[in-house]
């Protein structure tokens, strides 16, 4: 099986450094370490409302990192003007607005084909891999499709809600759904990301699938850094994912 990417989300290091207002602590060493650590990417979210990354931070990592960048942004005019300025490796649109989303929470593609289809050719035109996060609902994978995507992202936020809330068997059904998608995503030749949500206790399953090449995560490696330290949570979620993958 290929090797599972790791993108490190680390946007709750800037959520952290906001709350004070000032320079600390700063998202672009965390970005550092987690390169130490193992991750093969990194992944930000510039937020329309700049709630934690800002345009300052996105510029200081593409000058600090060694690993690709994966851009997260909304579809706005906005966010693809600054895109087309820094040409990240990867973009990956995401919804911010609730009537973006469909009700997993993805894009909805399916809803916007058209729109979509325009804003992101001039980013796979300037070199950049264009993602869309969607639930793993066929209509979306297929319109991911269609609008020219080279990758989805599914979103695995209900499996993990469920998991947490102990709600096993819709746990069980939303992993199921992740599977086939991910396995008819492949056969249309999209390259399959996933991530929301992920911890130590759900990231297991949804490695073993062989059409996943990418996991995205952070709020929980962040969050764990606290007890452990940012390396070693890094590396435990590294482990797990190489383990399941064997
Ligand atoms: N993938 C995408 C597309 C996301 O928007 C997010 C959250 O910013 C993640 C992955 C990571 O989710 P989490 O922080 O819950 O691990």
């Known amino acids: 099986m290929e090797k599972l990417r ?3 989300n680390i946007d709750h290091v800037a959520t952290v450094r906001n709350a004070r207002g000032g320079d600390y602590p700063d998202p672009i060493r965390a970005a550092k370490m987690a390169e130490d ?3 093969d990417g990194i992944t930000a979210h510039l937020r329309e409302d700049r709630r ?8 200081r990592l593409i000058e600090a990192l ?5 851009f997260e942004m909304a579809a706005t005019d906005e966010m693809q003007a600054i895109a087309l300025r820094h040409r990240p490796h990867a973009v990956c649109l995401v919804p911010e607005k609730r009537e973006e989303r469909t009700t997993e929470g993805g894009l909805d593609v399916a809803q916007d084909e058209n729109r979509l289809a325009h804003f992101i050719a001039p980013l796979a035109d300037a070199g950049c891999r264009v993602s869309i996060f969607i639930a793993a609902d066929m209509r979306q994978v297929e319109a991911a499709n269609r609008i020219g995507a080279q990758v ?7 499996y993990c809600d469920a998991h947490a809330e102990e709600r096993f068997d819709e746990r069980d059904q939303e992993l199921e759904r992740l599977r086939e998608m991910s396995g008819f995503a492949h056969s249309l030749g999209l390259e399959v990301h996933a991530g929301h949500g992920l911890t130590f206790d759900t990231v297991v399953p949804v490695a073993a699938f062989p059409e996943v090449r990418e996991l995205n995560i952070g709020h929980y490696l962040i969050g764990e850094a606290i007890f452990r330290g940012l390396g070693d949570s890094i590396a435990e979620m590294r482990r797990l994912m190489d383990a399941a993958r064997a």
């Open 37 to 39: 650590a193992g991750a």
């Open 6 to 8: 790791l993108g490190v």
């Open 52 to 59: 934690h990354i800002t345009d300052r931070d996105i510029e």
């Open 152 to 158: 989805i992202e599914l979103h695995t936020g209900a």
């Open 66 to 70: 060694s690993v690709p960048l994966n």
